[in-house]
């Protein structure tokens, strides 16, 4: 076999074709490889699986939970912090990161205090939160709110700053002004940064709304987490964090998608993600 | 068409770019600036466009002051500053928008032909090369039909067989509705095969040291004996330009 492998002039046969899979097809070959061979070695007795139960397990513990309804119930809490807290924190940040990137006076006012507030570990906030806003929603959405506004007002006053004053030459050589010249120019412009940062702030809202939830839920997957470590069932919190997964991802896909429209002069943003 | 009076700009910091600038170019004329580099010749043409304000005189187009970009002067700048989020017929089409969606559309696809570009409209401006991105942006600034086009420099970042190419393709353009054109530029060829006349400035402040009339007919050969001799003049009017702003500088 190898004999014949030898044989072959170098640039002949095309790729094979498992060889050619091309990304996210083959970024799954090796968890489902080892998830599979967990739950071999488990089924065969070589491994007992108790602590870190095989997928069977913890489809099984996702399944008796949706079908007695807990599930969604779980999940939608959670979903609802993110979006909430993402929404607020967006907002906050684009408005800041829009004043700050446009009039050098503002920036210069409040920039400082900015990156100061940001170079604090989001999770010291936790206490103040909770002894200001109490230990329910609005506490819980404040925190992932403040680890969503940093990225994206960084994204939003940078991309502004570094809009090519060439391109907005071209523009007022057209005639545009005022809010036409921001229309058609400046937000084409930094469109793409800004979406890269809502991702950013999108994936740390994900973050926050696991620590906010383990600080003390009643509902949400975070609780299913720290329910899971209490009542010692592994297979629960795999579940949680399975799901954790596809959520996070799910969200950033749904973001790109909204914005590709808006994104295609970017070379950057080829459909790779 | 467009008339110069003693125009003047200082800049902030203090750099003297132009000073009393006195220049009439007719309707339809293609004039070409020449002079060596920081002579003034793209603070010229902003003045032109209406993108600096001139510290002393005016610029007056059609008899009419210019205190900010007019709508029949288009720019055509050194790079080609597309914007990368449209493809090569919406560049085209950027100047058009007061035209119903059709009549824009058979603009732009009639600019495009002019350049040649076609088959390229549904591109985006990081798949073309240096010379189709210049010729997008050309057919960007004479899609609104402009009275007078304002060139800096539009060839000099190209190699010299696309750069003689794009020269020769702009003298056909401009046959099509004859609009003033100020080319500025460093390269003696150009002007020569491009110009009826020829500002040559002088640096420190910028200043107009000699104008060369250029009386060859069109198309013009840049290989042709009288052609090499309006280069010699041009290069030896440049040379005195620089030695003058050299000696002023001394003095
Ligand atoms: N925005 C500016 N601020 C200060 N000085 C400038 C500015 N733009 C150009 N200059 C100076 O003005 C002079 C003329 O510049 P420019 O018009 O760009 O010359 P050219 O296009 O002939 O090379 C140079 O000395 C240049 O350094
Ligand atoms: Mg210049």
Redesign the pocket.
Known sequence: MTSLDLDLPAASPPPRRALRLRGPLLGLVLPLLLAAGWQVAVDAGWAGGRLLPPPSRIIESLWSLAVAGELLPHVLATLARVGLGFAIGAAVGIVLGAAAGYARLFRDLVDPTLQALRAIPSLAWVPLFILWLGIFEPSKLALIAVGVVFPVYLGVSGSILAVDRKIVEVGRVFRLKGLALVRRVLLPAILPAVVLSLRSGLGLGWMFVVAAEIMGASEGLGYLLVDGQQLGKPDQILGAIVIFALLGKATDAILVLLARPTLRGQDAFGGRN | MLTLRNLG?T???G????SGIELQVEAGEILAVV????????????LIAGL?RPTTGQVLVDGEPVAEPHPLVGVVFQEARLFPWLSVAENVGFGLRHLPASERAARVTAELERVGLASAAGRLPRELSGGMAQRVAIARALAPRPRVLLL??PFSALDALTRAGLQDQLARLWTGDRPTLVL?T?DIEEAAVLADRVVV?R??P?RVDAVIDIALPRPRDRDDAAVETVKHDLRRALDRSLGAGRQGEAA
Request: proline share 3%; charged share 35%; hydrophobic share 20%.
């Open positions: 700009k800049y902030e910091d750099t003297r770019a132009l002079g060596g580099s920081g002579c003034g010749k793209s603070t010229l043409l902003r600096d800096d420099e500025v460093h400035l640096p420190r910028g």
